[in-house]
């Protein structure tokens, strides 16, 4: 099955800095999402970006599916900011979502 | 839109004994996926369903596991004759599935099993 790479595994950053986690990817994809994960568990969507560039506030994504890789910047971090990110894809031909180990960060006030 | 619900939140158990995890996906959404996630990882695919038929089922689904959505709608997730390596976090998610695709997944708050 697709393997799913995120870098990097732990960041810890000082409130109001800018970061960019990683998502590596080994096979075609139709389908990327991005997920933060809060303290009670729930994944919460982000991001749904097969492919281009989208921004949301202080984040954006960019997936890059040809060289199969997906980026996702934070900027101006905050102490809320702080969790679990997934990076999740959909083969081509497959029918779920395989996700990666995540990247946990850490944001300090 | 009330989002995907999932019932109970925190469930311990002893072992062996059976439990069960309801999930209520968005109404409009045809697809149901199960997923567990077991501490410092990522979720892992469990199985899903296209409406009221279950289309795959991972090599984790045990035959002490089984799942149902009898009317396309809500499913249920059954542990039979639990183990401890049975605790971790059960999350369900739906999508509204076009042709040929997935979807965009949105997940519930989780079912957290602790096996005694």
């Known amino acids: 099955g697709i393997q799913v790479e995120q870098s990097p595994p732990d960041l810890i950053l000082q409130e109001g800095a800018n970061s960019t986690l990683r998502c590596n990817f080994s096979?075609?994809?139709?389908?990327l999402q991005w997920f933060h994960q809060n303290p009670w568990g729930q994944l919460i969507n982000l991001f749904y970006?097969?492919?281009g560039t989208k921004q949301n506030g202080r984040l954006s994504a960019t997936t890059v599916a040809t060289e199969r890789y997906s980026l996702l910047y934070i900027s101006s971090s905050q102490t809320t900011d702080s969790g679990v990110y997934f990076c999740a894809v959909g083969e081509t031909s497959g029918s779920r979502l395989t996700f990666g180990e995540g990247t946990q960060l850490t944001v300090n006030p | 839109d009330t989002g995907v619900s999932q019932n109970p939140r925190h469930k311990i158990t002893k072992r062996g004994q059976n439990v069960t995890f309801r999930c209520d996906p968005i109404?409009?959404?045809?697809?149901l996926y199960w997923y567990r996630q077991t501490l410092g990882q990522g979720p892992e695919f469990l199985t899903y369903?296209?409406?009221?038929?279950?289309?795959?089922k991972s090599r984790l689904l045990s035959d002490r596991f089984s799942a149902e959505r009898p009317k396309g709608s809500f499913s249920t997730l059954e542990i039979q004759r639990t183990e401890q390596g049975d605790s971790a976090m059960y999350l369900c998610a739906s999508s509204s599935a076009r042709s040929g695709g997935i979807g965009e997944l949105f997940f519930g708050e989780g079912s957290r099993l602790t096996v005694l």
């Open positions: 096979d075609s994809v139709n389908n």
């Open positions: 369903f296209q409406n009221e038929a279950q289309l795959e």
């Open positions: 109404s409009e959404h045809n697809r």
């Open positions: 970006i097969p492919s």
